[in-house]
């Protein structure tokens, strides 16, 4: 043989029992026929992994008891859901810890309230969970998006969500193959606040068109003008039924200082018109054609003219 190639040989034979040196004689004699160890086992002759956390349960106090007591009716009961639209689970907000299950390589949406804006994130494990932000829409339907991606499984951990309305807090949950594509949720609140809007709506309805006698203005006749002189109890506003006249004057005015209402004719006929009131509203039993409001007598009396359509 050449001696040139029985120096590369010599050389092979010196690396590979330098290599045998330093693996563990227990690994050295590992039978073919068991083939690899698996990725996480740990190799013969290594020590074990050093545990983070002891085994043995935490020793708590009676007081500590009850108040871990107290918290496992909400921690522990089954939350309220539904099924929404595009396939998401809707869970009642407040009313559990609602669980999310993810999978690996799998993403998991949580759906904010449109305008409602994150503060911050916290997770129990932030390393083998990944959570970013996302954002749909715009104006007041812009939507926020928690998007959640663990890394491996099974894994469990909790999630708390701040936001400018409220806090999320959910159960993350990492399952090798199952997973919840989309959750989002129910406010109790929404429902009370649309109650809220529906009365005082019908409330600035009935305050555009139902008066202080409780009529409705859609079905009365306001073609009166006045005219004359302009005393604080010169009235409001003067309308009429198909059977009656009302005169509603200033909320001020007491029913001791109305004045007498008489009715005009042809020159300078007069006729005394009876009335009587209820809440500062004349209410003549009977449609008024032209008639006068009259206060005090001679050179110092106050006068106001009352007269139906235009033009009369």
Known sequence: MDEKAVIPVRSAVLLAALMAASVPAAAQTLPRSQGLPAI??????????????????????????????????????????????????????????????????????????????????NAGDTVRWKITPSISGAGPDRTTHVVIKPTTAPLKTTLLITTNRRAYMLELVADPKQWMPRVAFAYPEDTARAWAKYKETVAETTAATVLPTGQNVASLDFNYTLSGDTPAWRPVRVYATAVQTFIQFPPNIKSGDLPALVGLGDGDTTTIINYRTRHGTMIVDKVIDRAALIYGVGSSQTRVVIKHGEGQ
């Open 40 to 121: 996480n086992a740990v190799p013969p002759g290594y020590p074990p992994p050093v545990k983070l956390y002891p085994d043995s349960p935490t020793e708590l106090t009676p007081k500590e008891q009850a108040a871990l007591k107290a918290a496992a009716p909400w921690r522990d009961s089954n939350a309220i859901l539904a099924q929404g639209d595009d396939g998401r689970v809707i869970f009642q907000f407040g009313q559990a810890l609602p669980p999310l299950v993810c999978a690996p390589l799998q993403i998991c949406e949580i759906a904010l309230q449109p305008g409602e804006i994150v503060n911050d994130i």
